[in-house]
């Protein structure tokens, strides 16, 4: 008898105990060889106090399984809760989202009948960063982080991911025209990784018009990896376009473990009316039998899905008169899938899955990269809710030292002194740009808190700083707007 595999089951909100339902009896029914432990995440353990969502012991059970099948939960607003997606996420290393979405022409209703774009999105960096700050009663910030390894890992695994499914393109959107060091960074290491992989085609789009593009005629494009909030985004936007977000499934690959879930939320507007789909969390639940080395199962409750879209047989989001044949609740839709166990498709392409997995292996990061530093100054954000910025500047200008000199002054990114725009609106928060007085000057840390110190002296009401460094002489930092 073949060995089951232990793995971590949530039911989360919403709809999500219905849909967890539904799959753990068809994935019963299909004989999948699971070793089912059961934790509570979601509501009910946010309102008991505890702020990420998840107990010590639930973290226990994800360590020992390594894997992990989750229904939506619902994340309060407010209140100082932390999203338990972003948590899990982050926490087990999860770096990798994937999320296939692929037309079921002519069964489900969809404008675009040849769509199949599998969208690999970076799970645990950009502005999810959750890194945030208020710095004055005007303004507030926040991070958007793009790491060299966190970025080859993913746009690695995009390309592993290719070759594992034989796709042959693989696209990056990115926004790097406008920030060139973050989106700049991401796109430079994919032309880096796409040369070690010359049997794939490979190009860049700048994300709005790689969106539109998607919307319009998303059969130009197969494997699309990006930076987690686009990918956030478009994934919705493509599950929308195949028909349903109640449709897609998504996998979240990390080293240390897997988490399977559907990309949909709690859907708390129909929760308990057995009206949701289960597809995605059972799509979800094939890519996790995949992974698991389950490929036979997955291939049975895959294929006997595809049959039931096939017959018309549709939850209320996806039925369309003409196209769909019977209209059924949660429970009515799983009986259905479980009775179609061990068929195949007519029509729609069966699926095989017993001697190729989907989940590649990256291997390690491997493009290193170590460089020279040079301190060449630093922006100080002050707090100025009153004057101009000329008279920032004259007050600023008492702070140089014999090293650091008042380069400009902006406000929102963009320069206002000097020669600023009159028509330039302005907030309280203004960041004062100090450079080094020459390019032979060697600046120490010593040097800018002297700098601080002078700023101290004058009452500049500084909330934030930056320094301002070269590295192998070219800057990391960008000019200011209007510079
Ligand atoms: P949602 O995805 O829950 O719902 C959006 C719309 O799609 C709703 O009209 C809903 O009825 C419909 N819908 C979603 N899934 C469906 C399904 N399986 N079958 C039929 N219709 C379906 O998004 P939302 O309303 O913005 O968010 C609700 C809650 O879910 C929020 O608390 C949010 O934080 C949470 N959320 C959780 C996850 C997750 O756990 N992975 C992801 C996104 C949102």
């Keep these: 008898m073949l060995e089951s595999t232990p793995i971590t089951v949530a039911h989360g909100d919403g709809i999500g105990p219905e849909i967890m339902d539904a799959t753990l009896r068809i994935l019963e029914a299909a004989h999948a060889r699971l070793n089912i432990e059961p934790i509570e995440i979601g509501e009910a353990v946010y309102q008991r106090g505890v702020s990420a969502g998840i107990e010590p012991a639930a973290w226990d059970s994800l360590r020992r399984t390594k894997v992990f099948l989750k229904a939506p939960i619902t994340t309060p607003q407010g209140g100082g809760f932390k999203s338990l997606n972003v948590t899990v996420r982050k926490s087990l290393g999860l770096y990798a989202n994937v999320r296939p979405c692929a037309s079921f022409h002519p069964f489900v209703e969809t404008k675009h009948p040849h769509m199949d774009v599998v969208i690999v999105r970076e799970n645990e960096e950009d502005l999810y960063a959750g890194v945030e700050y208020r710095y004055s009663d005007q303004e507030t910030y926040a991070l958007k982080l ?260 008042l380069q400009l002054i902006t406000n929102r990114g963009v320069k206002v002194w000097p020669d600023g725009q009159p028509e330039t609106f302005c907030t309280d928060l203004y960041r004062l740009r100090f450079l080094r007085k020459s390019d032979s000057l060697k600046l120490s840390h010593r040097d800018i808190l002297t700098l601080m110190d002078r700023a101290i002296e004058h009452k500049l009401d500084f909330a934030k700083t930056e320094h301002l460094i070269n590295f192998d002489g070219a800057p990391g930092f960008t000019m200011a707007q209007g510079q």
């Design 146 to 405: 793009i790491s060299r390894p966190g970025t080859e890992k993913i746009v690695r695994y995009a390309f592993e991911f290719a070759r594992h499914n034989n796709r042959q393109r693989v696209s990056c959107f990115t926004k790097d025209n406008i920030m060139k060091l973050t989106d700049g960074l991401f796109h430079k290491v994919f032309d880096e990784v796409a040369a070690e992989y010359p049997d794939i085609e490979h190009s860049h789009m700048i994300v709005d018009i790689g969106a539109a593009r998607l919307a319009d005629t998303p059969d130009r494009f197969d494997v699309i990896v990006m930076p987690n909030l686009y990918g956030d985004i478009l994934s919705d936007v493509a599950a929308q376009l195949i028909g349903s977000v109640g449709l897609c499934g998504s996998s979240n690959i990390g080293e240390h473990g897997a988490m399977f879930e559907a990309i949909h939320g709690s859907a708390p507007d129909i929760a308990a009316m057995d009206l949701a789909n289960p597809s995605g969390l059972l799509l979800g639940a094939v890519m996790m039998l995949v992974h698991i080395g389950q490929g036979d199962v997955a291939e049975l409750v895959h294929n006997a899905w595809l049959v039931t879209i096939e017959d018309g047989v549709h939850t209320p989001d996806i039925f369309h008169p003409g196209v769909s044949k019977q209209k059924v609740g949660t429970r009515e839709f799983t009986e259905a899938v479980m009775r179609r166990l061990g068929q195949t498709p007519q029509q729609l392409k069966t699926v095989r899955y017993r001697s190729h997995g989907m989940s590649p292996h990256v291997k390690e990061v491997r493009l290193a990269h170590s460089s020279v530093k040079e301190t060449v100054g630093v922006d100080l954000f002050v707090v100025w809710p009153t004057g101009t910025p000329d008279e920032l500047a004259a007050l600023s200008k008492k702070a140089e030292t014999d090293q650091l000199a």
